[in-house]
């Protein structure tokens, strides 16, 4: 079946403008995540999106990160005024359930948005 | 100090080696615990779960220390195609699949 996809693959942009990054959960997944991961460094947590409930933004590295997650799909990842310590592949994944103890926790990864801002 | 530590090699072995990883954390609340496997240019993939008396997966074992915070990985009769970056992986507690991810350890096998 289809994984998890993001568009687009690769985006390079001007310091100072502002980004839109896309990601199509696998249907049916009830949690969505949002990570980003930096040359040489471990992937780290932006946003986690759980069916209805309010968004944990807790990763969220300033107010010029933002995220939506329409209708309980599709994700998107808004990055205004970019600067260059922005740079990074963007990683989206979902899973099942949200909920380590259930069944179905396991995320799947997205290819990733890889972001240069010049 | 960061969350999660590894060794980022990289690790040359041979064909058929035996090469061990290791990762500790510092939150002394992680619940849950995780090997992903990252290919150059391609997202991560679960590996195998960690669980407190130690598994495994064919050629790959996993151990978990909870009083030393540490976390292990073992991989026999290595393979060409185990040539990856190893992520150690923590989820901490608070109910839902929050991870936090090492730097990865990077495993180079030639022939």
């Known amino acids: 079946g289809a994984g998890v996809s993001q568009s687009p693959s690769n985006k390079v942009t001007e310091k100072g403008k502002d980004v839109e990054l896309r990601c199509d959960p696998i249907?049916?997944?009830?949690?969505l995540y949002w990570y980003r991961q930096s040359l040489g460094q471990g992937l780290e947590f932006l946003i986690y999106?759980?069916?209805?409930?309010?968004?944990?933004k807790s990763g969220l590295p300033s107010d010029r990160f933002s995220a939506e997650r329409t209708g309980g799909s599709v994700s998107t990842l808004t990055i205004q005024r970019t600067q260059q310590e922005d740079s990074a592949v963007y990683l989206c994944?979902?899973?099942?359930?949200?909920?380590?103890?259930?069944?179905?926790?396991?995320?799947?990864f997205g290819p990733g948005t890889r972001l240069t801002v010049t | 100090r960061k969350e999660v530590e590894q060794d980022p090699g990289p690790f040359n072995v041979p064909e058929g080696a035996t090469v061990a990883f290791n990762c500790t954390y510092s939150?002394?609340?992680?619940?849950?615990f995780f090997w992903y496997r990252q290919d150059c240019r391609k997202e991560p993939k679960l590996l195998m779960s960690?669980?407190?008396s130690g598994n495994e997966d064919g050629r790959f074992t996993a151990q978990l220390n909870r009083a030393s915070q540490y976390i292990s990985l073992l991989i026999r009769d290595s393979k060409l195609s185990d040539s990856a970056t190893y992520l150690c992986?923590?989820?901490?507690?608070?109910?839902?699949?929050?991870?936090?991810f090492g730097a990865g350890t990077r495993l180079a096998v030639h022939p």
């Open positions: 994944a979902s899973s099942l359930v949200g909920a380590m103890r259930l069944a179905g926790y396991e995320q799947y």
């Open positions: 249907s049916g997944h009830t949690a």
């Open positions: 999106f759980q069916g209805n409930s309010a968004p944990d």
């Open positions: 939150n002394s609340a992680s619940q849950s």
């Open positions: 960690v669980y407190s």
């Open positions: 992986v923590v989820s901490l507690s608070g109910g839902y699949n929050k991870l936090i």
